[in-house]
């Protein structure tokens, strides 16, 4: 599978993440995020393949750490997770980096 980050749909990707629209399409057709879950895969996407810490979602997501934002950060990576269709066990776009945060598959 491969993801593109595009300012048009890129037909050979599986994943394409629009930006200048803020739209995601998965093998063509359209899946509907949450502004945070957009904010979430569009700071992953800018180095697919590279961990991005949990403490660096936080701020792009809320401006800064607070108290049971990785909580709230671990709802919202699921929430994506459910909406791209990946297993929990085994996920093909957004994985968890242990000990560090995530990164979105290259």
């Known amino acids: 599978h491969g993801i593109a ?3 048009a749909q890129a037909d ?3 994943l ?3 930006v200048a629209v803020r739209r995601v399409y ?3 057709n359209v899946i509907s995020l ?3 879950e957009f904010a979430i895969l569009r700071v992953l996407s ?3 393949g590279e961990p991005v810490t949990c403490r660096r979602l936080q701020e792009v997501l809320w401006g800064a750490t607070q ?3 990785r909580s709230a950060l671990g709802v919202h990576i699921g929430n994506l997770r459910r909406k791209l269709g990946d297993a929990p066990s085994c996920p093909r776009y957004v994985r968890t980096v242990r000990g560090i945060g995530y990164c979105l598959a290259g």
């Open 5 to 7: 980050l595009a300012r």
């Open 12 to 14: 050979s990707a599986d």
């Open 16 to 18: 394409v993440i629009d």
């Open 26 to 28: 998965q093998r063509g």
């Open 34 to 36: 949450t502004r945070t």
């Open 46 to 48: 800018d180095d697919p």
């Open 67 to 69: 108290p049971g934002g």
